[in-house]
């Protein structure tokens, strides 16, 4: 069953339901981001609703400003200015911007991004704590972000592969989902990959990490970006690979989020992968996520 905390602030009342045992997800009603400062009791709470629930839905966020929404990400944590510019809002760079409709003829930010399993740059030797996503418009038959609770899936995990992943490093590599740009034009494939690669090289984490607030053991590998087990030969790694895959994608681990109007979320990378969803052509979406480091060590063992 859920606990309901109210709380009453300033003549506000502030609702917080946190998830169910076993289960993910909390949900706050009467908070307006917009009055979080890094001192406030509000950003602690936050944080640590974050670490026991993994994603918190934050309700009726109406008015928020992209400057407002950025202050919000500075009172959490530290935001991140992703490394590739193409993705940035054109006056706040710490905005990512998904988007699939360019006004004016404007390219602004890029279309169709994370619609498969993976957890947000994994890929880099200091992935990202925590993301928030606050969408502008939505498509009418797509409006969910699916996750899976990958303590639960270790948890859960059969000895064969625990044993495959216990002692191993999974390397990350973000090369197969970089994005053609207009800039591209007339250089090979071979070229793009290189160069890319060249920017944001493979990088290895281990298989199994151990969070640094809570201890949990968290199976830390995604479809998207984890290409293998270090020490495994190729042919091993597609099997292995495909029967982790397999388990993790299972119907049952999978929770869905069904975005509503005014939603803020936000969500810790080192215990879920998530997957947004496909929108029918035609249709569009605009959603404008900060990538925030908590400034702690990703897992146990791992410089800050
Ligand atoms: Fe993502």
Redesign the pocket.
């Given at each position: 069953m859920n606990t309901a905390v109210l709380e009453k602030e300033d003549d506000v009342v502030v609702s917080i339901i946190e998830a169910a045992p076993g289960k993910i997800g909390a949900e706050v009603f009467g908070w307006d981001v917009r009055n979080f400062t890094k001192e406030s009791s509000e950003a602690e709470t936050l944080r640590q609703l974050i670490y026991r629930n993994k994603i918190v839905v934050i309700r009726g966020q109406k008015e928020l400003s992209e400057q407002e929404y950025v202050n919000f990400a500075h009172a959490v944590g530290r935001p991140q200015v992703y490394f590739q510019p193409q993705y940035h809002h054109p006056n706040h760079p710490e905005i990512f911007v998904s988007n699939s409709l360019n006004e004016e003829g404007k390219k602004f930010g890029v279309s169709g991004?994370?619609r498969y399993w993976?957890t947000?740059c994994s890929f880099e030797k200091h992935p990202l704590s925590f993301?928030a996503v606050r969408p502008i418009f939505f498509p009418k038959s797509a409006r969910a972000t699916s996750y899976v609770d990958m303590a639960r899936v270790y948890r859960a995990l059969p000895d064969n592969l625990k044993a495959y992943v216990n002692t191993r490093m999974a390397l990350q590599e973000a090369w197969p989902r970089y994005k053609v740009q207009a800039s591209d034009l007339d250089r090979s494939i071979a070229e793009l990959i290189e160069n890319f690669k060249a920017e944001c090289p493979p990088c290895p984490h281990p298989a199994v990490i151990e969070h640094p607030v809570t201890g949990e053991k968290i199976l830390y590998i995604s479809s998207g970006f984890t290409s293998g087990l270090v020490g495994l030969s190729y042919e091993e790694n597609q099997k292995v690979m495909k029967e982790l895959f397999d388990f993790v994608e299972q119907p049952e681990f999978i929770h869905t989020h069904f975005w509503e109007d005014h939603d803020l979320l936000i969500w810790e990378n080192r215990a879920l992968i998530?997957k947004g969803s496909k929108a029918n052509p035609g249709e569009h979406s605009r959603m404008y996520r900060i990538g925030i480091y908590d400034d702690l060590p990703f897992y146990v063992g791992i410089d800050k």
């Open positions: 991004t994370g993976h947000d993301t998530h």
